[in-house]
């Protein structure tokens, strides 16, 4: 420990007292203007977020989100508003903006986004928090090598969430004693009683089995939170937990530890007289100093991020494109030394572990945990400080979608790689097997998917990926595939390749990854029975290149046959049929993957599930008989 324990004076700590009110007053004024939000949930944490914003953290009021403040995630999301009064306390947000919560004109919405720079994840889906405080946390100690310190507030109610104990697993993992995560027991959840209730001891005893310092105290006594998050930060080594004992409505007269007030503004007969119980507690209108912060944090730029060189594979080669994404994520991280990459413990499979071999500082394994992986990510990639590059099996981004989710809510730049798409897999059988994955990433808004067909196009998609907004998904395979690009070839996001073409072409058929290959195959094949086929590489299913789909359709006769390696509901078949739907004429046929699969050999499981090249054939053939 260095040094004593600096004990703020009694005017200080009534001035935080104070400020705590002040915040329940805002938080019960806004939801009251709004008829609707938690403003009990608000009322448990005054006390935590007033120590926290006018003692504990160094931020500049004025600049949220200057790099080197201290960080805030507000994991209860719910509980908003005391966030958007504490940076009215601060000066930052016009009290008056308070009574536009949730209105649809001000960015004070009911659960924080970043549409407000003090916001960087959105949160409100429970469990989430605490995984991107990690990644923040990671980045400060590891990559920007900072001072700045990160602090998560979560709810009691929300400690059920599995995704909260991946992260405390995470935390000691990595020693991150930057970080500190506080624990609101209010006892009360939503509809009842939190598990635990009042029972702080099991709370600290499972946050110091996860390998955390741990504090129990009163979640409203401002002086015993002073010590413990000072205490905090002179623990090296590893992170803290807060677990602070505390009343859901504190000072609410006959609501305050109360059932059934989750989620209900104070009644407008009892608004007035509520504030002014708590207003008459109030002693002091003593403006709190904000301590600055340390400005240590270096300047970084992840603009515009080049390949060193270009492809240097040959046309013909063998190359798996999950292996091609760890050659060119390792190749990128040479470009920049903000490019990091997570896995969930599939390095080996991923090819991952090719970018830790280069770049080993630089990779986070996150192991079998692949909600927190995500979260994580999230964190490493706010305020711009990290391109993160996640991968792991792409069947395994299904059990993170919540977290994927929240990531587009997040305006997030995350990419992430999902490799072992599909039946082609072989005999891992189905549990391996991503076949709803398109699907998934495809209703994420702003989300770019790419599918890569050969290595050349792969190493383009890792390259496009670390320059685009929003989240891109990159779903590799497993069989080794031929390379089919020059190296001189040129991709962009929302433009497909015609692969095979002549003039006599009866059918467009539209493949990509595997199915691309069988597709070329059939084509050959059709060929040498006076047959010919056009055949076309969408390389981005969202955004859909429906433009060169169309044309082509139009001079094949108007036929178009997709085939994925995919089910068929939220797949390639049904993004062509949707982009081509106001177009009279074109009729769309769908190869597809139906019904459970199961081990086998991959050529085999193409065969039964009718979406190989001899499959292919027997579809162009049975168009005409049609």
């Known amino acids: 420990m260095a040094g004593a324990y600096p004990k703020p004076d009694d005017k200080s700590l009534q001035a935080l007292r104070d400020a705590a009110n002040r915040l329940r007053i805002h938080s019960i004024r806004a939801t009251g203007a709004s008829n609707s939000g938690h403003p009990t949930s608000c009322c448990s944490a005054a006390e935590i977020v007033s120590v926290l914003f006018f003692h504990t953290m160094r931020y500049k009021p004025s600049e949220p989100a200057h790099a080197s403040n201290d960080r805030f995630v507000l994991s209860k999301g719910h509980a908003a508003p005391v966030l958007y009064a504490a940076w009215a306390e601060a000066g930052y947000?016009?009290?008056?903006?308070?009574?536009?919560?949730?209105?649809?004109?001000?960015?004070?919405?009911?659960?924080?986004?970043?549409?407000?720079?003090?916001?960087?994840?959105?949160?409100?889906?429970?469990?989430?928090?605490?995984?991107?405080?990690?990644?923040?946390?990671?980045?400060?100690?590891?990559?920007?090598?900072?001072?700045?310190?990160?602090?998560?507030?979560?709810?009691?109610?929300?400690?059920?969430?599995?995704?909260?104990?991946?992260?405390?697993?995470?935390?000691?993992?990595?020693?991150?004693?930057?970080?500190?995560?506080?624990?609101?027991?209010?006892?009360?959840?939503?509809?009842?009683?939190?598990?635990?209730?009042?029972?702080?001891?099991?709370?600290?005893?499972?946050?110091?089995?996860?390998?955390?310092?741990?504090?129990?105290?009163?979640?409203?006594?401002?002086?015993?939170?002073?010590?413990?998050?000072?205490?905090?930060?002179?623990?090296?080594?590893?992170?803290?937990?807060?677990?602070?004992?505390?009343?859901?409505?504190?000072?609410?007269?006959?609501?305050?530890?109360?059932?059934?007030?989750?989620?209900?503004?104070?009644?407008?007969?009892?608004?007035?007289?509520?504030?002014?119980?708590?207003?008459?507690?109030?002693?002091?209108?003593?403006?709190?100093?904000?301590?600055?912060?340390?400005?240590?944090?270096?300047?970084?730029?992840?603009?515009n991020i080049k390949m060193p060189s270009p492809p240097t594979y040959k046309i013909g080669e063998k190359v798996a494109t999950r292996k091609a994404y760890g050659l060119a994520l390792a190749k990128l991280g040479k470009a920049n030394d903000r490019v990091v990459a997570l896995d969930g413990d599939t390095k080996n499979s991923t090819f991952a572990e090719l970018f830790k071999q280069a770049h080993p500082e630089r990779y986070i394994e996150c192991f079998i945990a692949e909600q927190n992986m995500v979260s994580v990510a999230l964190g490493c990639a706010s305020r711009d400080r990290t391109v993160a590059f996640a991968s792991t099996f792409a069947a395994f981004f299904t059990r993170a979608f919540d977290h994927i989710r929240m990531g587009a809510i997040s305006q997030a730049n995350i990419n992430l790689c999902g490799s072992h798409s599909g039946c082609s897999i072989g005999e891992d059988g189905p549990s391996q097997m991503a076949l709803e994955d398109l699907a998934m990433f495809r209703t994420v808004p702003g989300c770019t998917v790419f599918y890569p067909s050969d290595a050349v196009s792969t190493e383009h998609a890792v390259s496009l990926a670390a320059n685009t907004k929003g989240i891109c998904f990159i779903r590799t395979s497993r069989p080794e595939t031929p390379v089919i690009y020059s190296q001189e070839e040129k991709f962009a996001i929302g433009q497909a390749k015609v692969v095979r073409k002549s003039d006599s072409d009866k059918v467009t058929v539209i493949g990509a990854g595997v199915t691309l290959h069988e597709a070329l195959a059939a084509a050959d094949e059709l060929a040498k029975q006076g047959t010919h086929i056009r055949v076309i590489d969408p390389f981005t299913i969202k955004p859909l290149d429906a433009q060169t789909i169309i044309s082509n359709a139009r001079?094949?006769?108007?036929?178009?046959?997709?085939?994925?390696?995919?089910y068929r509901e939220g797949g390639i078949g049904e993004a062509v049929a949707a982009a081509v739907s106001e177009e009279p004429g074109l009729l769309v046929q769908s190869l597809a993957v139906s019904g459970v699969p199961r081990s086998g050999k991959p050529a085999e499981l193409l065969d039964m599930f009718g979406i190989s090249a001899k499959k292919i054939v027997a579809a162009v053939k049975s168009t005409f008989a049609n």
Request: aromatic share 8%.
């Open 555 to 566: 001079a094949t006769g108007g036929r178009i046959i997709t085939v994925e390696d995919h």
């Open 93 to 303: 947000i016009k009290e008056a903006d308070l009574l536009k919560l949730r209105k649809i004109d001000c960015d004070l919405e009911g659960h924080p986004t970043p549409r407000l720079p003090f916001v960087d994840v959105a949160t409100g889906s429970l469990g989430q928090g605490l995984g991107a405080a990690c990644g923040m946390a990671y980045v400060g100690k590891y990559f920007d090598k900072a001072s700045y310190r990160i602090y998560c507030l979560m709810g009691d109610g929300e400690s059920s969430e599995g995704s909260v104990w991946e992260a405390l697993a995470f935390g000691s993992h990595y020693h991150l004693d930057n970080l500190v995560a506080i624990f609101d027991v209010n006892r009360l959840g939503q509809s009842e009683a939190a598990p635990l209730r009042h029972d702080t001891d099991t709370y600290r005893k499972r946050c110091e089995a996860f390998g955390w310092n741990t504090y129990v105290v009163d979640g409203h006594d401002v002086e015993e939170l002073c010590q413990a998050l000072w205490q905090a930060s002179q623990t090296k080594g590893k992170p803290s937990a807060i677990v602070a004992k505390t009343f859901k409505g504190r000072g609410i007269a006959g609501v305050e530890d109360q059932e059934n007030w989750h989620g209900k503004p104070m009644p407008k007969d009892k608004e007035d007289s509520v504030v002014n119980a708590i207003k008459s507690q109030i002693q002091t209108n003593k403006v709190l100093s904000i301590q600055p912060p340390a400005e240590d944090v270096p300047k970084i730029s992840i603009a």
